[in-house]
């Protein structure tokens, strides 16, 4: 079955085409990586996805519903979370409480606190325990804006995960980071997926290799090739595209 999918989606800004005929398919629980060079349409594809944009022709189903032109807050209640590839996390308020919003957010509360008072127990103890196995606990009360980049990338992707999304999107996740960094966060990612479906947007190829189970190339706008890891690191076209003198070897 299909978690997610695109038809015939494109898009343009004043005249320009970004994204031309896209026809992407997600299924459930896989994660789903999709890969090409800087101006491929890559992170205007998340955008329309997850209710940013509005696509100029095309729609989106996500498990059969046609969710195109949504409002972003929408989509994020119907079950598709996202991290961004610039951090959105509040620098003036600490891990935990960047955190507690996205949790507060899961369970619909945002204005009124004092009618949902009774729950702010249970608010702070899943708070704590979502720090907790991300590897936050010791930063708990540090202001976002003291975190090191590589954990105030871990806070975006646990804010990402905080309101248990079916679908979660994650453009990025690794920019920026350290080899070790990074090697932590594919871990964390992946144990924070498993039951999940997870469409990634990546540049760095090892994130890609060691995480996708199915990789499609954006290349100009229009998906080159969706395949398995060897499939499209062997294709000729990708090769060619994208990927250059990748050897078989790497990325592994």
Do not use: W
């Not at 320009?16 to 491929?40: C, F, M, P, Q, T």
């Not at 325990?129 to 646990?158: C, F, M, P, Q, T």
């Amino acid at each position: 079955m299909m978690a997610l999918e695109t038809y015939n989606l494109s898009h343009d800004f004043g005249g320009l085409r970004v994204l031309l005929d896209v026809n992407l398919k997600v299924r459930e629980g896989e994660r789903h990586a999709i890969i090409g060079s800087n101006g491929a349409g890559k992170t205007t594809l998340f955008n329309i996805i997850t209710g940013v944009y509005r696509p100029s022709q095309g729609r989106i189903v996500y498990k059969g519903r046609n969710i195109t032109g949504l409002k972003p807050y929408r989509i994020n209640r119907l079950g598709i979370g996202r991290s961004f590839q610039i951090s959105s996390v509040f620098g003036s308020m600490s891990a935990f409480q960047n955190l507690r919003l996205a949790v507060m957010a899961k369970h619909g509360i945002r204005f009124n606190l004092l009618k949902y008072i009774d729950k702010m127990h249970e608010i702070t103890a899943e708070t704590d325990s979502l720090l907790d196995r991300v590897g936050l606990s010791d930063h708990r009360d540090e202001l976002a804006s003291n975190l090191s980049y590589g954990k105030s990338r871990v806070l975006e992707i646990a804010m990402a995960f905080a309101v248990n999304p079916d679908v979660v999107c994650l453009d990025e996740f690794a920019a920026g980071m350290s080899r070790e960094e990074t090697a932590a966060a594919i871990e964390l990612v992946r144990q924070l997926t498993e039951g999940k479906t997870a469409v990634l947007i990546e540049h760095d190829m090892d994130v890609v290799f060691s995480l996708a189970d199915r990789i499609s190339v954006l290349h100009h706008g229009k998906i080159l090739i969706t395949g398995d890891p060897v499939e499209v690191r062997n294709d000729p076209e990708v090769k060619s595209a994208y990927l250059g003198d990748l050897h078989p070897e790497e990325g592994l």
